[in-house]
């Protein structure tokens, strides 16, 4: 089991600059969110801001949703008892969690 937390470590160790894979929720989960800290939230923030940043999420939505880091805390509880995203790489996970849990239709 902790070879399997030590790769998936060092899978987030790769910058998302180079074209590596992406930790799945379940592995990016299992190596940062064992207690709900920075290395566990921040991550998803910056997923959350990457994700406003590049247009997949509306400015509108983005703005009627509630602070990141509370929400970046939710995602991480949801992911605990949800498992459907577990193979999905993070990034997406985050913002299809984000969507799940705070639909754009709602925030404005």
Same mark, same amino acid.
């Given at each position: 089991? #902790?070879?399997? %937390?030590?790769?998936?470590? /060092?899978?987030?160790? %790769? ?15 299992d190596?940062?969110c064992?207690? /709900?800290? $920075? ?8 997923a959350?801001?990457?994700?406003? #940043?590049?247009?997949k %999420? ?5 703005a ?6 509370p929400?970046?805390? $939710? %995602?991480?509880l ?5 498992? $459907?995203? $577990?193979n ?13 849990l ?7």
């Amino acid at each position: 089991m #902790k070879s399997w %937390i030590a790769g998936a470590a /060092l899978l987030l160790a %790769i910058p998302a600059a180079n074209a590596g894979p992406q930790p799945t929720a379940r592995q990016f989960m299992d190596a940062h969110c064992k207690s /709900l800290t $920075d290395a566990c939230t921040g991550p998803i923030i910056q997923a959350l801001n990457d994700a406003a #940043k590049a247009g997949k %999420i509306s400015a509108k939505c983005d703005a009627g949703r509630p602070p990141k880091p509370p929400m970046a805390l $939710d %995602i991480a509880l949801w992911w605990v008892g949800h498992h $459907d995203y $577990d193979n999905k790489p993070m990034p997406e996970a985050a913002i299809e969690t984000a969507e799940k849990l705070w639909p754009c239709s709602r925030a404005g």
